[in-house]
């Protein structure tokens, strides 16, 4: 097998150091754009990784996000924002990164072959859960053996890797070869490869948020209001949607102790914060079925 795609040399390379910097700034951003493409010819396995997402979540499972390096950065920024966009409580994810997550400017690389301790701390695993395991080379050994902790359990893996054919993505049930071209900086997979994990991440979770129920026209009605700018934005969502003014809007948001779902329902017309409720229950969590039911149409 040649040097991974991660480990090459860019067409760039030569004489890097000796260029204007706004030239290489330029070199830099068009790698940045090249690799965000490669999120483009996996779309399905995207989607298929985001069923997999919303069925743990629908069911008593969990998400277990794995990674090391700049690949751990990436896959816990998207598990972060589970709870803050799609009301995900943060007892349903959790996040395993080499070495810990970091609390200074610091990320020593051993930590990549620290696997000790894995088969404990992921003794819990069951069926139910997903694990999306994330390594630009697909060979990280802390990675890798998360992933083969999960199998034993049970548990449906996601794998992203940037290096096609690589082990990560040979274990994975749902496999995603993010086909980046080597890096500016070779080996440095937080430019490139970290642009296309982000965007495969982000479009898996979006994606996932919508099969709950959470997306409805483009708004994340499952958001959790606990600022005030997240309380002004429930509110316009309520009132755009309920078709309502902004003092209505913020009545039933109240009575709806800030869940918009719910909120949007009492605004429309229904007759209690507890009909709300069924509705959303007898159409799955989605608002529009619930709409739907509570207008007749």
């Known amino acids: 097998m040649?040097?991974?795609?991660?480990?090459?040399?860019?067409?760039?390379?030569?004489?890097?150091?000796?260029?204007?910097?706004?030239?290489?700034?330029?070199?830099?951003?068009?790698?940045?754009?090249?690799?965000?493409?490669?999120?483009?010819?996996?779309?399905?396995?995207l989607a298929d990784g985001a069923r997999a997402m919303a069925a743990s979540l629908r069911g008593d499972g969990r998400l277990f996000y794995v990674g090391a390096g700049?690949?751990?950065?990436?896959?816990?920024?998207?598990?972060?924002?589970?709870?803050?966009?799609?009301?995900?409580?943060?007892?349903?994810?959790?996040?395993?990164?080499?070495?810990?997550?970091p609390t200074a400017a610091s990320m020593p690389g051993d930590t990549e072959d620290a696997a000790e301790g894995l088969t404990n701390a992921l003794s819990d695993l069951s069926p139910q859960d997903t694990m999306i395991a994330v390594s630009a080379s697909g060979t990280t050994r802390y990675t890798l053996e998360a992933v083969r902790c999960a199998r034993a359990h049970g548990a449906t893996v996601i794998g992203l890797a940037n290096n096609?054919?690589?082990?990560?993505?040979?274990?994975?049930?749902?496999a995603i070869p993010l086909e980046t071209p080597p890096e500016v900086i070779s080996g440095s997979t937080r430019l490139g490869a970290g642009t296309a994990q982000k965007i495969a991440l982000n479009c898996m979770s979006t994606l996932m948020g919508m099969a709950l129920g959470h997306i409805h026209d483009?708004?994340?009605?499952?958001?959790v209001a606990d600022n005030a700018k997240l309380r002004a934005r429930a509110a316009g969502m309520v009132a755009r949607i309920a078709g309502v003014d902004a003092s209505r809007a913020d009545d039933a948001l109240t009575a709806a102790e800030g869940a918009v779902k719910p909120a949007v329902l009492l605004a429309a017309g229904a007759a209690s914060l507890e009909a709300a409720h069924t509705q959303l229950e007898d159409n799955d969590d989605h608002l529009r079925g619930a709409l739907a039911a509570l207008r007749g149409t």
């Open 2 to 45: 040649g040097k991974p795609t991660t480990e090459m040399l860019h067409d760039s390379a030569a004489g890097l150091d000796l260029r204007p910097p706004a030239e290489v700034a330029t070199i830099l951003a068009e790698a940045q754009a090249a690799a965000a493409r490669a999120a483009l010819p996996v779309v399905d396995a």
């Open 70 to 101: 700049s690949s751990g950065l990436m896959a816990a920024a998207d598990a972060n924002e589970l709870g803050g966009t799609f009301g995900v409580p943060r007892s349903r994810v959790r996040i395993l990164m080499a070495g810990g997550m």
């Open 164 to 174: 096609p054919g690589s082990a990560l993505l040979k274990a994975a049930d749902i």
């Open 218 to 223: 483009g708004m994340m009605v499952n958001v």
